[in-house]
Protein backbone atom coordinates (compact mmCIF):
# COMPACT_ATOMS: atom_id res chain seq x y z
CA UNK A 1 0.00 0.00 0.00
CA UNK A 2 1.28 3.28 -0.96
CA UNK A 3 1.30 6.29 1.11
CA UNK A 4 1.91 10.08 0.75
CA UNK A 5 5.45 9.90 2.61
CA UNK A 6 6.59 8.46 -1.02
CA UNK A 7 8.48 9.91 -3.81
CA UNK A 8 6.17 11.03 -6.61
CA UNK A 9 8.19 8.79 -8.97
CA UNK A 10 7.31 5.68 -7.08
CA UNK A 11 3.86 5.73 -8.66
CA UNK A 12 5.14 5.17 -12.28
CA UNK A 13 2.99 2.11 -14.19
CA UNK A 14 4.54 -1.44 -14.78
CA UNK A 15 4.30 -0.96 -18.03
CA UNK A 16 4.36 1.73 -20.84
CA UNK A 17 0.29 1.66 -21.58
CA UNK A 18 -0.81 5.06 -21.58
CA UNK A 19 -4.04 5.48 -19.11
CA UNK A 20 -6.82 6.53 -21.73
CA UNK A 21 -9.63 6.50 -19.37
CA UNK A 22 -8.02 8.38 -16.66
CA UNK A 23 -6.33 10.74 -18.95
CA UNK A 24 -9.61 11.20 -21.42
CA UNK A 25 -11.48 12.19 -17.55
CA UNK A 26 -9.11 14.77 -17.59
CA UNK A 27 -9.54 15.94 -20.78
CA UNK A 28 -13.13 16.10 -20.33
CA UNK A 29 -12.87 18.28 -16.88
CA UNK A 30 -10.50 20.50 -19.22
CA UNK A 31 -12.87 20.75 -21.54
CA UNK A 32 -15.39 22.00 -19.08
CA UNK A 33 -13.14 24.47 -17.29
CA UNK A 34 -12.10 25.99 -20.54
CA UNK A 35 -15.82 25.68 -22.62
CA UNK A 36 -17.12 27.54 -19.12
CA UNK A 37 -14.39 30.24 -19.13
CA UNK A 38 -14.60 31.31 -22.79
CA UNK A 39 -18.22 30.37 -23.13
CA UNK A 40 -19.01 34.71 -22.99
CA UNK A 41 -16.91 35.32 -26.04
CA UNK A 42 -19.22 33.50 -27.91
CA UNK A 43 -22.55 35.29 -26.29
CA UNK A 44 -21.57 38.75 -25.38
CA UNK A 45 -24.79 39.76 -27.58
CA UNK A 46 -27.44 37.58 -25.98
CA UNK A 47 -26.06 37.99 -22.56
CA UNK A 48 -25.76 42.00 -23.03
CA UNK A 49 -29.66 42.28 -24.74
CA UNK A 50 -30.90 39.35 -21.68
CA UNK A 51 -29.79 41.64 -19.01
CA UNK A 52 -29.90 44.65 -20.13
CA UNK A 53 -26.52 45.70 -20.07
CA UNK A 54 -23.37 46.63 -22.79
CA UNK A 55 -21.32 43.85 -24.80
CA UNK A 56 -18.18 45.27 -23.14
CA UNK A 57 -19.85 44.66 -19.22
CA UNK A 58 -20.73 41.23 -20.59
CA UNK A 59 -16.89 41.22 -21.11
CA UNK A 60 -16.61 40.91 -17.76
CA UNK A 61 -18.11 37.50 -17.33
CA UNK A 62 -14.78 36.53 -18.71
CA UNK A 63 -12.62 38.80 -16.49
CA UNK A 64 -14.34 37.98 -12.79
CA UNK A 65 -13.94 34.11 -13.85
CA UNK A 66 -9.94 35.03 -14.67
CA UNK A 67 -10.20 36.85 -11.29
CA UNK A 68 -11.07 34.02 -9.61
CA UNK A 69 -8.21 31.84 -10.71
CA UNK A 70 -5.15 34.44 -9.81
CA UNK A 71 -6.72 34.82 -6.62
CA UNK A 72 -6.89 30.75 -5.65
CA UNK A 73 -4.85 29.05 -7.86
CA UNK A 74 -1.20 29.25 -5.91
CA UNK A 75 -3.17 29.35 -2.55
CA UNK A 76 -5.39 25.98 -3.15
CA UNK A 77 -2.60 24.42 -4.34
CA UNK A 78 -0.19 25.05 -1.57
CA UNK A 79 -2.74 24.27 0.66
CA UNK A 80 -3.18 20.75 -1.43
CA UNK A 81 0.03 19.56 -2.21
CA UNK A 82 -0.10 16.41 0.09
CA UNK A 83 -3.40 15.56 -0.95
CA UNK A 84 -4.54 12.55 -2.88
CA UNK A 85 -5.46 13.98 -6.39
CA UNK A 86 -8.59 11.96 -7.07
CA UNK A 87 -10.56 13.84 -4.87
CA UNK A 88 -8.87 17.44 -5.63
CA UNK A 89 -10.28 16.30 -8.74
CA UNK A 90 -13.76 15.25 -8.23
CA UNK A 91 -14.33 18.74 -5.90
CA UNK A 92 -13.29 20.92 -8.77
CA UNK A 93 -15.67 18.93 -10.87
CA UNK A 94 -19.12 19.39 -8.43
CA UNK A 95 -17.93 23.24 -7.91
CA UNK A 96 -18.77 23.72 -11.89
CA UNK A 97 -22.08 21.85 -11.61
CA UNK A 98 -22.67 24.25 -8.98
CA UNK A 99 -21.31 27.46 -10.75
CA UNK A 100 -22.56 26.99 -13.73
CA UNK A 101 -25.83 25.50 -12.56
CA UNK A 102 -26.51 29.23 -10.49
CA UNK A 103 -24.82 30.92 -13.72
CA UNK A 104 -27.94 29.77 -15.84
CA UNK A 105 -29.96 29.95 -13.18
CA UNK A 106 -29.34 33.95 -12.00
CA UNK A 107 -31.56 36.68 -12.23
CA UNK A 108 -28.95 39.82 -12.79
CA UNK A 109 -25.64 40.24 -13.88
CA UNK A 110 -24.16 40.74 -10.33
CA UNK A 111 -25.37 37.11 -9.30
CA UNK A 112 -23.45 36.00 -12.35
CA UNK A 113 -20.23 37.70 -11.62
CA UNK A 114 -20.28 36.00 -8.07
CA UNK A 115 -20.42 32.85 -10.07
CA UNK A 116 -17.94 33.80 -12.28
CA UNK A 117 -15.54 34.70 -10.02
CA UNK A 118 -15.97 30.78 -7.88
CA UNK A 119 -16.18 29.16 -11.16
CA UNK A 120 -12.71 30.45 -11.94
CA UNK A 121 -11.13 30.34 -8.17
CA UNK A 122 -12.15 26.03 -8.79
CA UNK A 123 -10.63 26.31 -12.08
CA UNK A 124 -7.20 27.29 -10.44
CA UNK A 125 -7.46 24.72 -8.21
CA UNK A 126 -8.11 21.76 -11.11
CA UNK A 127 -5.28 23.67 -13.98
CA UNK A 128 -2.46 24.00 -11.05
CA UNK A 129 -2.88 20.07 -9.92
CA UNK A 130 -3.91 18.50 -13.43
CA UNK A 131 -0.77 18.95 -15.34
CA UNK A 132 1.93 17.07 -12.25
CA UNK A 133 -1.49 14.44 -12.33
CA UNK A 134 -1.59 13.78 -15.85
CA UNK A 135 2.54 13.71 -16.08
CA UNK A 136 2.69 11.69 -12.62
CA UNK A 137 0.49 8.35 -13.85
CA UNK A 138 2.63 7.75 -17.16
CA UNK A 139 6.78 7.01 -17.34
CA UNK A 140 9.31 9.68 -17.89
CA UNK A 141 9.42 8.98 -21.79
CA UNK A 142 5.28 9.34 -22.39
CA UNK A 143 4.74 12.59 -20.37
CA UNK A 144 4.58 14.78 -22.93
CA UNK A 145 2.61 13.18 -25.08
CA UNK A 146 -0.17 12.12 -21.45
CA UNK A 147 -0.36 15.51 -20.98
CA UNK A 148 -1.65 16.54 -24.63
CA UNK A 149 -4.20 13.87 -24.21
CA UNK A 150 -5.15 15.70 -21.05
CA UNK A 151 -4.69 19.10 -22.26
CA UNK A 152 -6.98 17.48 -25.29
CA UNK A 153 -9.93 19.34 -23.65
CA UNK A 154 -8.51 23.17 -24.44
CA UNK A 155 -8.93 22.77 -28.07
CA UNK A 156 -11.82 20.72 -28.11
CA UNK A 157 -13.72 23.16 -26.14
CA UNK A 158 -12.83 25.76 -28.36
CA UNK A 159 -13.51 23.83 -31.61
CA UNK A 160 -16.78 22.28 -30.30
CA UNK A 161 -17.84 23.67 -26.69
CA UNK A 162 -17.70 27.69 -27.45
CA UNK A 163 -19.20 27.34 -31.04
CA UNK A 164 -21.91 25.05 -29.68
CA UNK A 165 -22.61 27.38 -26.64
CA UNK A 166 -22.84 30.03 -29.09
CA UNK A 167 -25.37 28.38 -31.31
CA UNK A 168 -27.50 27.38 -28.04
CA UNK A 169 -27.24 30.60 -26.56
CA UNK A 170 -28.58 32.92 -30.00
CA UNK A 171 -30.95 30.21 -30.80
CA UNK A 172 -32.23 28.99 -27.75
CA UNK A 173 -31.34 30.91 -24.82
CA UNK A 174 -27.89 31.86 -23.33
CA UNK A 175 -28.30 30.34 -20.25
CA UNK A 176 -28.73 26.80 -21.81
CA UNK A 177 -25.48 27.02 -22.88
CA UNK A 178 -24.34 27.22 -18.90
CA UNK A 179 -26.78 24.40 -17.65
CA UNK A 180 -25.49 22.38 -20.76
CA UNK A 181 -21.92 22.94 -18.69
CA UNK A 182 -23.59 21.69 -15.43
CA UNK A 183 -24.45 18.37 -17.63
CA UNK A 184 -21.20 17.80 -19.03
CA UNK A 185 -20.01 18.10 -15.12
CA UNK A 186 -22.71 15.33 -13.94
CA UNK A 187 -20.60 12.96 -16.62
CA UNK A 188 -17.27 14.10 -15.96
CA UNK A 189 -18.19 13.40 -12.11
CA UNK A 190 -18.75 9.80 -12.32
CA UNK A 191 -16.12 9.14 -15.15
CA UNK A 192 -13.74 10.51 -13.29
CA UNK A 193 -15.13 8.65 -10.19
CA UNK A 194 -14.59 5.53 -11.66
CA UNK A 195 -11.51 5.78 -13.35
CA UNK A 196 -9.47 8.44 -12.10
CA UNK A 197 -6.37 6.95 -10.01
CA UNK A 198 -5.70 8.02 -6.28
CA UNK A 199 -2.15 9.06 -6.46
CA UNK A 200 -0.49 10.89 -3.30
CA UNK A 201 0.61 14.63 -3.88
CA UNK A 202 3.62 15.76 -3.52
CA UNK A 203 5.98 14.29 0.04
CA UNK A 204 6.54 17.35 2.34
CA UNK A 205 10.09 16.66 2.36
CA UNK A 206 10.22 17.85 -1.71
CA UNK A 207 8.32 20.71 -1.23
CA UNK A 208 9.81 24.02 -1.92
CA UNK A 209 8.67 27.94 -0.19
CA UNK A 210 6.70 29.84 -3.32
CA UNK A 211 9.99 31.80 -3.42
CA UNK A 212 12.11 29.41 -4.12
CA UNK A 213 9.99 27.93 -7.06
CA UNK A 214 10.07 31.27 -8.68
CA UNK A 215 13.45 31.50 -8.84
CA UNK A 216 14.10 27.91 -10.35
CA UNK A 217 16.07 28.94 -13.40
CA UNK A 218 13.78 29.39 -16.29
CA UNK A 219 10.32 29.30 -14.29
CA UNK A 220 10.16 33.45 -14.51
CA UNK A 221 11.15 33.55 -18.34
CA UNK A 222 7.88 30.73 -18.93
CA UNK A 223 6.19 32.74 -17.32
CA UNK A 224 6.26 35.98 -18.97
CA UNK A 225 5.93 33.55 -21.79
CA UNK A 226 2.75 32.86 -20.73
CA UNK A 227 1.61 36.44 -19.82
CA UNK A 228 2.38 37.88 -22.92
CA UNK A 229 1.34 34.98 -25.63
CA UNK A 230 -1.90 34.45 -23.40
CA UNK A 231 -2.54 38.16 -23.14
CA UNK A 232 -2.13 38.40 -27.06
CA UNK A 233 -4.38 35.38 -27.37
CA UNK A 234 -7.11 36.91 -24.68
CA UNK A 235 -7.59 40.31 -25.95
CA UNK A 236 -8.42 39.12 -29.60
CA UNK A 237 -10.56 35.82 -28.51
CA UNK A 238 -12.62 37.14 -26.52
CA UNK A 239 -13.94 40.31 -28.45
CA UNK A 240 -14.05 38.10 -31.44
CA UNK A 241 -17.35 39.07 -32.22
CA UNK A 242 -17.06 43.03 -31.76
CA UNK A 243 -13.86 42.56 -34.54
CA UNK A 244 -16.08 40.57 -37.29
CA UNK A 245 -18.68 42.62 -36.42
CA UNK A 246 -16.82 45.94 -37.38
CA UNK A 247 -15.38 44.24 -40.26
CA UNK A 248 -18.60 43.93 -41.67
CA UNK A 249 -17.90 40.43 -43.49
CA UNK A 250 -21.55 38.76 -41.87
CA UNK A 251 -19.79 35.63 -41.11
CA UNK A 252 -21.09 33.89 -38.12
CA UNK A 253 -19.14 33.91 -34.93
CA UNK A 254 -19.73 30.52 -34.08
CA UNK A 255 -18.85 29.40 -37.30
CA UNK A 256 -15.69 31.51 -36.85
CA UNK A 257 -15.20 30.04 -33.59
CA UNK A 258 -15.35 26.14 -35.37
CA UNK A 259 -13.13 26.87 -38.28
CA UNK A 260 -10.64 28.20 -34.90
CA UNK A 261 -11.09 25.45 -33.06
CA UNK A 262 -10.64 22.57 -35.64
CA UNK A 263 -7.78 23.98 -36.32
CA UNK A 264 -6.53 23.86 -32.64
CA UNK A 265 -7.13 20.51 -32.27
CA UNK A 266 -4.90 19.85 -35.66
CA UNK A 267 -2.29 21.74 -33.18
CA UNK A 268 -2.92 19.82 -29.85
CA UNK A 269 -2.38 16.91 -32.12
CA UNK A 270 1.13 18.20 -34.01
CA UNK A 271 2.01 18.99 -30.39
CA UNK A 272 1.30 15.97 -28.74
CA UNK A 273 3.22 14.02 -31.76
CA UNK A 274 6.31 16.23 -31.11
CA UNK A 275 6.32 17.85 -28.18
CA UNK A 276 8.69 15.25 -26.36
CA UNK A 277 11.62 15.61 -28.46
CA UNK A 278 11.05 19.36 -30.12
CA UNK A 279 9.65 21.22 -27.86
CA UNK A 280 11.80 24.61 -28.32
CA UNK A 281 10.96 24.45 -32.09
CA UNK A 282 7.51 23.99 -31.82
CA UNK A 283 6.82 26.68 -29.40
CA UNK A 284 8.65 28.95 -31.81
CA UNK A 285 7.03 28.40 -34.64
CA UNK A 286 4.10 28.30 -33.14
CA UNK A 287 4.21 31.88 -31.65
CA UNK A 288 5.33 32.88 -35.02
CA UNK A 289 2.39 31.34 -37.41
CA UNK A 290 0.36 32.98 -34.17
CA UNK A 291 1.97 36.11 -35.20
CA UNK A 292 1.26 35.74 -38.72
CA UNK A 293 -2.33 35.44 -38.23
CA UNK A 294 -2.33 38.63 -36.12
CA UNK A 295 -0.98 40.50 -39.59
CA UNK A 296 -3.60 38.49 -41.69
CA UNK A 297 -6.13 39.59 -39.21
CA UNK A 298 -5.02 43.01 -39.62
CA UNK A 299 -4.54 42.94 -43.53
CA UNK A 300 -7.33 41.43 -44.70
CA UNK A 301 -9.80 42.28 -42.26
CA UNK A 302 -12.38 42.98 -45.17
CA UNK A 303 -11.84 40.26 -46.96
CA UNK A 304 -14.09 36.65 -45.60
CA UNK A 305 -11.38 34.22 -47.04
CA UNK A 306 -8.61 36.16 -45.54
CA UNK A 307 -9.96 35.80 -42.11
CA UNK A 308 -10.95 32.70 -42.28
CA UNK A 309 -7.61 31.83 -43.24
CA UNK A 310 -6.17 33.84 -40.43
CA UNK A 311 -8.58 31.98 -38.21
CA UNK A 312 -7.41 28.81 -39.30
CA UNK A 313 -3.62 29.19 -38.57
CA UNK A 314 -4.52 31.04 -35.46
CA UNK A 315 -6.04 27.90 -34.26
CA UNK A 316 -3.53 25.73 -35.49
CA UNK A 317 -0.86 27.73 -33.48
CA UNK A 318 -2.64 28.09 -30.39
CA UNK A 319 -3.67 24.72 -30.24
CA UNK A 320 -0.72 23.33 -28.71
CA UNK A 321 0.14 26.21 -26.15
CA UNK A 322 -1.09 25.15 -23.34
CA UNK A 323 0.84 21.65 -22.96
CA UNK A 324 3.64 23.49 -24.88
CA UNK A 325 4.18 25.85 -21.60
CA UNK A 326 3.11 23.15 -19.36
CA UNK A 327 5.60 20.64 -20.59
CA UNK A 328 8.10 23.75 -20.72
CA UNK A 329 7.40 24.38 -16.51
CA UNK A 330 7.33 20.37 -15.96
CA UNK A 331 11.19 20.43 -17.25
CA UNK A 332 12.18 23.52 -15.58
CA UNK A 333 10.51 23.09 -12.24
CA UNK A 334 10.81 19.44 -11.98
CA UNK A 335 9.80 18.15 -8.10
CA UNK A 336 8.00 21.35 -7.85
CA UNK A 337 5.60 20.83 -10.84
CA UNK A 338 2.56 21.43 -9.12
CA UNK A 339 3.60 24.90 -7.02
CA UNK A 340 4.97 25.86 -10.80
CA UNK A 341 1.60 24.68 -12.64
CA UNK A 342 -0.47 26.75 -10.23
CA UNK A 343 1.65 30.02 -11.17
CA UNK A 344 1.67 29.63 -14.79
CA UNK A 345 -2.18 29.15 -14.24
CA UNK A 346 -2.31 32.21 -12.12
CA UNK A 347 -0.30 34.02 -14.87
CA UNK A 348 -2.16 32.58 -17.82
CA UNK A 349 -6.10 34.11 -16.06
CA UNK A 350 -4.04 37.12 -14.92
CA UNK A 351 -3.54 37.65 -18.68
CA UNK A 352 -7.56 36.56 -19.23
CA UNK A 353 -8.60 39.12 -16.84
CA UNK A 354 -5.86 41.78 -18.18
CA UNK A 355 -7.69 40.71 -21.53
CA UNK A 356 -11.17 41.41 -20.63
CA UNK A 357 -10.19 44.95 -19.26
CA UNK A 358 -7.90 46.17 -22.31
CA UNK A 359 -9.80 44.98 -25.18
CA UNK A 360 -12.73 46.64 -23.96
CA UNK A 361 -10.90 49.92 -24.07
CA UNK A 362 -9.61 48.93 -27.24
CA UNK A 363 -12.67 48.29 -29.08
CA UNK A 364 -14.05 51.84 -27.78
CA UNK A 365 -11.64 53.89 -29.45
CA UNK A 366 -10.89 51.74 -32.37
CA UNK A 367 -11.83 47.71 -32.72
CA UNK A 368 -9.76 47.54 -35.93
CA UNK A 369 -5.84 47.95 -33.43
CA UNK A 370 -6.59 44.67 -31.71
CA UNK A 371 -5.07 42.34 -34.07
CA UNK A 372 -2.21 44.59 -33.63
CA UNK A 373 -1.99 44.40 -29.57
CA UNK A 374 -1.83 41.19 -31.05
CA UNK A 375 0.65 40.81 -32.98
CA UNK A 376 3.12 43.22 -30.12
CA UNK A 377 2.63 40.78 -27.90
CA UNK A 378 3.36 37.76 -29.40
CA UNK A 379 6.40 39.50 -30.63
CA UNK A 380 7.37 39.91 -26.81
CA UNK A 381 6.60 36.01 -25.95
CA UNK A 382 8.52 35.49 -29.34
CA UNK A 383 12.06 37.40 -27.77
CA UNK A 384 11.59 35.55 -24.73
CA UNK A 385 11.25 32.20 -25.70
CA UNK A 386 14.10 32.78 -28.39
CA UNK A 387 16.45 33.95 -25.48
CA UNK A 388 15.73 31.50 -23.34
CA UNK A 389 17.31 28.57 -25.10
CA UNK A 390 19.25 27.59 -21.53
CA UNK A 391 16.55 27.01 -18.56
CA UNK A 392 13.43 27.85 -20.07
CA UNK A 393 12.90 26.24 -23.85
CA UNK A 394 16.24 24.43 -23.47
CA UNK A 395 17.85 23.36 -26.95
CA UNK A 396 16.18 20.09 -27.94
CA UNK A 397 18.82 17.26 -28.08
Known sequence: MTTTNEHPR??????????????????LTGFIVIATETMPAGLLHPISAGLHTSEGAAGQLVSAYALGTVIAAVPAILLTQGARRKPL???????????????ALAPDLAVILIARLVAGAFSGLLWGMLAGYARRIVPEELKGRALAIAMAGTPVALAIGTPLGSWIGTTVSWRWSFGAMSILAVVALVLAGVVAPNVTGEPAALRLPLRRVVAIPGVAAILLVVFTWMLAH????????????????????DLALVVFGVAALVGIWLTGVVV???????????????????????????????VVAALAIWGLAFGGAATQLQTAMGRASGESADVANALLTVV?????????????????????????????LAALALVVTAVGRGAAFRRDR
Open 10 to 27: QHRPPTTRMPWPALLAMA
Open 89 to 103: LLIGILGFLVTNTVT
Open 234 to 253: NIMYTYISSYLASALLGLPV
Open 276 to 306: DRHLRQMTLVSILAFMLAAVILFLGQHHTVM
Open 348 to 376: FNLAILVAGIGGALVIGRNTTLLPVVMFA
